[in-house]
């Protein structure tokens, strides 16, 4: 599989305390990575050093090949970089087809275009994307009335349209039932393995982490202190001593 992101000593610090520490690891094409660790372990702030959200003291981000650190949220999304967020940021206002079409406009560098009513462009793609999450059904309907886990699929459908090459998932499952959990997870492995589309995601649920991530990687005070096959990690003292805990035993590997 060829790598799509590389991080190597990525560093970020508030003052004295030391929120991420030189951490290092890959992303594959097709692959889903699962990134855990306790709460304070400097997870998001790691996603936001990637996302450009914040800036790295220290390391080397690269997409593709190329150096992304220091680059704005907008230039690198544009690259090919989607984000979904642990709380989903749809538009309530607006009908499941509409989010994706805002989407694709920005895509196409068209939100601007004045001489075509918005909802008349990019229907067709939209309702490609909408039936490649299961909510093609849905289009018409506001998000305002969706379910949370319907929601969740929107959002991941507004991620594709930008195409991505790599695709950071903040918490997908945060709030959903555990059928839909299990759900969406395999979703998203599905479509990381037939469109190539690298996936690192965060995730406490551990079920949801050790059944679908290919490889686990383990942030703990800032610092990567275990990475691996589901099998691996969830075998490893130090993830048990830390996270897990020694007696802990949870659902089917995809080693």
Same mark, same amino acid.
């Given at each position: ?18 929120? $991420? ?13 699962? /990134? ?64 994706? @079409?805002?989407?694709? &406009? ?61 695709? /950071? ?14 759900? &969406?997870? @395999? ?7 037939? &469109? ?11 079920? *949801? *982490? ?8 383990? /942030?703990?005070?800032?610092? /990567?202190?275990? @990475?691996?096959?589901?099998?691996? $990690? ?7 001593? *830390? ?13």
């Amino acid at each position: 599989m060829s790598v799509v992101l590389q991080v190597r000593d990525l560093q970020k610090a508030y003052g004295g305390v030391k929120a $991420v520490q030189g951490v290092s690891f890959d992303v594959h094409a097709g692959e889903l990575l699962a /990134l855990i660790g306790p709460n304070g372990a400097g997870k998001t702030t790691c996603f936001n050093l990637l996302n450009g959200q914040l800036a790295a003291d220290h390391g080397e981000v690269r997409f593709d090949g190329q150096s992304i650190r220091g680059l704005p949220p907008r230039d690198i999304w544009r690259l090919g970089v989607g984000r979904t967020f642990q709380i989903t940021a749809t538009f309530a206002s607006m009908t499941v087809r509409e989010n994706v @079409q805002m989407a694709l &406009l920005s895509h196409h560098r068209r939100i601007t275009s004045w001489w075509s009513r918005a909802t008349q462009m990019y229907a067709t793609e939209a309702d490609a994307l909408l039936e490649r999450v299961g909510m093609r059904a849905q289009a018409s309907r506001h998000c305002a009335v969706l379910a949370y886990g319907d929601l969740k699929r929107v959002e991941l459908a507004v991620a594709l349209a930008n195409a991505p090459r790599l695709l /950071l998932m903040d918490e997908p499952t945060a709030g959903m039932a555990p059928r839909e959990r299990q759900a &969406l997870m @395999q979703l998203t492995a599905d479509l990381a393995r037939d &469109l190539g589309i690298a996936v690192l995601f965060t995730e406490h649920d551990m079920d *949801v *982490v050790f059944r679908h991530a290919n490889r686990v990687i383990v /942030l703990a005070a800032g610092e /990567l202190i275990a @990475q691996g096959t589901p099998s691996e $990690v969830r075998a490893n003292p130090n993830v048990q001593a *830390v996270y897990l805990g020694s007696g802990a035993t949870y659902g089917a590997t995809r080693d």
